[in-house]
């Protein structure tokens, strides 16, 4: 009797394409492959399977415990009165969300880390405090917590970073992974040790697990717009995107990016009405709906006798002062209008002037050399918007020209890059939202091949590089160098290896020499940088000079990364092909593919 169930064939590309071409190099003894470096060396019993479900409960076990063991050590702030750090931001957030009506979190006692990020932000700080006051009251209580600080309310917060990523960040790493390997007949098997390069980013684990936020939130959200637009769902883009932005206003980096292509995909190969209507109402109705609580909290508090406005030291929001008519504090709408206002003076913070700390952008390098605070305020908030709209402007001319999916990861690197080098209030955290569109195309066609790895490695190096002054203070200098050097090694980097310049995979001429020299340039400078900065003091006169450096060096491999991903955006579009016949020069294994 024959077997009711017959075994899957396995698909030959499932079992033996390399379509990376750089990944395993053909070895003539007993003709056998060998892995390129050390993290496809890892996973290299695992080549045979077919089956994502085999590698992957495994791959996601492994990297949530080294996110966990990083929560071990300390965070933003700790023990460092009085206003502590992001930790104690959080839970602050956590603090007046689970105590107070809507109508007040964004006018609570402002000058004690008062909320200053978009609704969603809120909304889970809310989930997350009323969760946490279940096991602890004491963790949230309001005034009385400030400054808690205990093991479990570590354990805690720390699990909430975790469980909040393995939610939505991590599966939306796994699906634009696994489509982008689709769209180019990547194997399972080179699309998991992509995987496992891109959650094992180092400057990501150590900003939200170490120092202590919820980026990953935000940058799930982007990601799982970019699986719909690459999956033809614009609709299903928008509201992603949209759920970005409401969460973290840092999501702004990338939204010249999307709008181009999304008014390039309604305006060509001809104008589509329906289509433009269609992303202009999603659009705006998720907005809505993210801000309907907010909004509408007010004028349920009013009928429980709750005031719109109780904090009288608070000034009124400068949007609903410059309002050209006179507004009745009575009216129905007043409740709302004053909550939105007040919420995006808070949500975009001009008054806090061009930069807050040593960042590595353009404004705190030139800072560096001339002063920039003796000019106005306003002065200097329109040179920096001018500045980033021409850095961008190639990027979003040709997405908008070319809406082609596979470029919009190019596109959001790009804008991302001209925004975090030139716009206004940069953090140093922002480098996060560049390094992952560039890292997730490590999954993509090339993506792990010499040429596309030494970019997005040099890049990830050099970005985690810029984040150890701030990781110092927090006292993780081990985290750092920990992790750091572990992602080097398993993708065979500098200054763990220096194969990918020198050795047999550079012998085949993918990396050019001014790109060696220019990598190698950086490595051996921050190499130097930590020698010096750990062992010659600065001078009492430049007690900043080392964080000064890291500035100014981070900021030129910045400049260079923006040029990088600009020019790869152009040839990659064909732009250059169809007008001045420039042709791309792709990666070895796509050639023998196409022939």
């Not at 000034?315 to 007040?342: C, D, G, K, R």
Request: charged fraction near 15%; charge should be positive; include cysteine.
């Amino acid at each position: 009797m024959a077997p009711s169930h017959k075994p899957r064939k396995r698909r030959k590309d499932e079992a033996t394409s390399f379509t990376n071409g750089e990944l395993t190099a053909s070895q003539l003894r007993q003709g056998l492959s060998s892995p390129q470096f050390p993290l496809a060396s890892f996973l290299w019993p695992a080549k045979k399977s077919t089956s994502q479900w085999v590698i992957l409960p495994l791959v996601l076990m492994a990297v949530g415990l080294f996110r966990w063991a990083t929560g071990f050590w300390g965070y933003s702030g700790f023990n460092v009165p009085p206003m502590h750090g992001d930790f104690e931001a959080q839970r602050h957030w956590m603090e007046i969300t689970t105590h107070l009506p809507i109508s007040q979190w964004y006018f609570y006692d402002l000058p004690y880390w008062g909320l200053d990020y978009p609704p969603l932000t809120a909304y889970h700080s809310w989930l997350m405090g009323k969760i946490g006051s279940v096991i602890d009251p004491q963790w949230f209580a309001l005034d009385n917590s400030r400054g808690f600080e205990s093991q479990l309310l570590k354990v805690y917060m720390r699990a909430t970073v975790l469980i909040s990523e393995y939610l939505i960040y991590v599966p939306a790493v796994v699906i634009l992974n696994r489509k982008l390997g689709r769209m180019r007949g990547i194997s399972i098997w080179e699309s998991s040790v992509a995987l496992v390069a891109i959650l094992m980013q180092p400057a990501t684990i150590l900003i939200d697990h170490a120092h202590f936020q919820y980026n990953t939130v935000m940058l799930g959200f982007a990601l799982a717009c970019i699986s719909s637009m690459l999956a033809g769902r614009a609709l299903w883009g928008c509201v992603f995107f949209v759920a970005a932005l409401c969460y973290k206003q840092m999501a702004l980096y990338y939204a010249p990016a999307i709008s181009a292509y999304l008014v390039g995909i309604s305006v060509a190969p001809k104008f589509s009405a329906s289509r433009f209507t269609a992303i202009a109402f999603v659009t705006l109705l998720s907005f809505a709906l993210c801000f309907a609580p907010l909004l509408l909290g007010p004028l349920f508090d009013r009928q429980r006798g709750i005031p719109a406005y109780t904090a009288k030291e608070t000034p009124l929001p400068p949007l609903l002062v410059a309002l050209p008519i006179t507004l009745n504090e009575q009216s129905w709408y007043y409740p709302p209008l004053l909550q939105l206002t007040q919420s995006i003076y808070r949500i975009f913070p001009f008054a806090r002037g061009l930069f807050e700390d040593k960042v590595a952008n353009m404004w705190c390098a030139i800072h560096t050399a001339h002063k920039l605070h003796q000019y106005p305020l306003g002065q200097m908030q329109r040179i920096s918007t001018v500045i980033t709209l021409i850095s961008i402007l190639p990027s979003i001319m040709t997405i908008s020209l070319f809406p082609r999916r596979e470029l919009l990861p190019w596109a959001m690197a790009s804008t991302a890059w001209g925004f975090f080098l030139c716009s206004f209030q940069v953090h140093e955290k922002s480098v996060l939202l560049p390094l992952l569109p560039m890292t997730i195309l490590l999954g993509g066609d090339g993506g792990l091949g010499t040429e596309m790895r030494a970019w997005i490695g040099w890049a990830n190096m050099l970005g985690v590089w810029t984040l150890f002054p701030l990781l110092k203070r927090d006292e993780l200098r081990m985290p750092y160098a920990v992790l750091s050097l572990l992602w080097a090694y398993l993708l065979g980097l500098p200054p763990t290896s220096f194969s990918l310049y020198f050795g047999r995979q550079s012998q085949r001429g993918e990396i050019t020499l001014f790109t060696k020299a220019l990598h190698l340039g950086f490595y051996a400078a921050m190499m130097a940088w930590h020698v010096g900065e750990a062992f010659v003091p600065p001078s009492e006169d430049k007690p900043d000079l080392w964080v000064v450096l890291n500035v100014l060096i981070g900021f030129a491999g910045f400049g260079v990364c923006l040029l990088w991903c600009s020019w790869q955006l152009i040839l990659r579009s064909g732009m250059m092909e169809d007008y001045f016949g420039v042709r791309l020069r792709l990666e070895a294994g796509s050639k023998k593919k196409k022939q």
